[in-house]
T-cell receptor, first 114, second 115 residues
């Protein structure tokens, strides 16, 4: 069974704080993704990574950065949290080879920025 | 510019009846489509998918239909059960597969199954 875990289910931070969201997958997946989910907006891609130390911007990268030092771990960083970054953050992973499009999601981190 | 559209924010269906969730897309480069189901406070779980070379894929109570000329797909659930109450996301993927491109999601449809 594929398992994607996220370090926190709920997080409360203050404006201006640096925030780290961690994601770990145990299936040796090459590709990893960060999305945010907001009511009425669906899931939007923030950043993705297709290999260790590689990263690509998604649709809404502003205000975020990522780090992938090891294959199983993909971190999302909010350098200076703002209230408009209050959201549900979802990490996903996928195999990189072949025509396999399915992504496996973690349980999500509900981040509130005060 | 929304490339994947789910025009019904919510849908209410009686238990035992058929649920039909619709999805439209605009990007002709999309060649693979997926449906995800999401319960509150949980991550989305994969439900069913279809490649653009097919027009139908079936898995138990779930069937996805693809009409490429209309750029439209639909998810049929029959019979609908109370546990099917969730938000359903339509997603699409472009490219040759195996690339790291993310999925493009619709805004979701909240399906409510009434007893």
């Amino acid at each position: 069974d594929v398992k994607v875990t996220q370090s926190s289910r709920y997080l409360v931070k203050r404006t201006g704080e640096k925030v780290f969201l961690e994601c770990v997958q145990d299936m040796d997946h090459e590709n990893m993704f960060w999305y945010r989910q907001d009511p009425g907006l669906g899931l939007r891609l923030i950043y993705f990574s297709y290999d260790v130390k590689m990263k690509e911007k998604g649709d809404i990268p502003e205000g975020y950065s990522v780090s992938r030092e090891k294959k199983e771990r993909f971190s999302l960083i909010l350098e200076s949290a703002s209230t408009n970054q209050t959201s549900m953050y979802l990490c996903a992973s996928r195999w990189g080879s072949g025509r396999i499009h399915e992504q496996f999601f973690g349980p999500g981190t509900r981040l509130t920025v005060l | 510019d929304q490339q994947v559209k789910q025009n019904s924010p919510s849908l209410s269906v009686q238990e035992g009846r058929i649920s039909i969730l619709n999805c439209d897309y605009t990007n002709s480069m999309f060649d693979y489509f997926l449906w995800y189901k999401k319960y509150p406070a949980e991550g989305p779980t994969f439900l069913i998918s279809i490649s653009s070379i097919k027009d139908k894929n079936e898995d138990g109570r779930f069937t996805v239909f693809l009409n490429k000329s209309a750029k439209h797909l639909s998810l049929h659930i029959v019979p609908s059960q109370p546990g099917d109450s969730a938000v359903y996301f339509c997603a699409a993927s472009a490219g040759s597969g195996g690339g790291a491109d993310g999925l493009t999601f619709g805004k979701g449809t909240h399906l409510i199954i009434q007893p």
